[in-house]
């Protein structure tokens, strides 16, 4: 890594454009000419970038986000880019010190559902399962037109796997369960999307399993996990 004059930290796998985008955003005085498509690069780069009504956008780095509006011109403003520049840094403060997390998700074509899970006492019956959304990435989250056409499901919705992969974002070791109905099960579109959009993320994926979702309980579910999770420390 390097460290800038400002002692801000560059993350050691931003390179070329983006990270002389990232040195703008920390030069003092301000950059007069830091354009909104480098920035949103960028952000793609560290994390996601998702586009709202109105012009808004989601910037997410790890588990923190910032929601602004695209700028009027095609070049940033020095308030926007001191709320950039205090987002990035207040992220990389609390990424240093938040624990990392075990994470499962339940999912089918319909909905998700992401639990934390928490195995660290030797005592299992100690190990607990709890809901975890902390930005509401899923709430009311589902998938778009259930229809089948001649047989077919429709096509994807990608933004439906964006979402869950923005609340996996602070999963340090994730296990995926699904339906495991062949090439159609949503499981398996949401492994191959975070192989294509979300490396780091796909990374922490330690395990895959099946279950029937239609009847599995959660104390099932925490089994599930906690055996998957056995000795990937």
Known sequence: MTIMAN????????????????????????????????????????????EKPNHEYVLLVGAAQHVMRRPHSKD???????????????????????????????????EARV??????????????????????????????????????????????YERIAQALAQGQRIVVIGRGTGTSDAADHLVAYLAAHHREISARVVGEMTADLSHVTEPQLLALGRERLAGRA
């Open 7 to 50: 002692d801000q930290t560059m993350p050691a796998s931003l390179s070329g454009a983006d990270q002389r985008t990232y040195e703008a955003l920390f030069r003092h005085p301000s950059s007069h000419n830091l354009k909104w498509r480098d920035v949103v690069h960028l952000f793609e780069t560290l994390g996601s970038v998702t």
């Open 76 to 110: 940033l403003d020095a308030s926007e880019i001191a709320d950039l520049r205090h987002f990035l840094a207040a992220g990389a403060t609390a990424a240093a010190r938040a624990p990392g997390l075990d994470l499962l998700v339940v999912m089918d074509h319909h």
């Open 115 to 160: 639990f934390e899970i928490d195995v660290a006492s030797p005592d299992e019956t100690k190990h607990v399962i709890r809901p975890y959304d902390p930005h509401h990435f899923l709430h009311h989250l589902t998938h778009k037109d259930q229809a089948r056409e001649r047989g077919q499901r429709a096509p994807e919705d990608a933004t439906f």
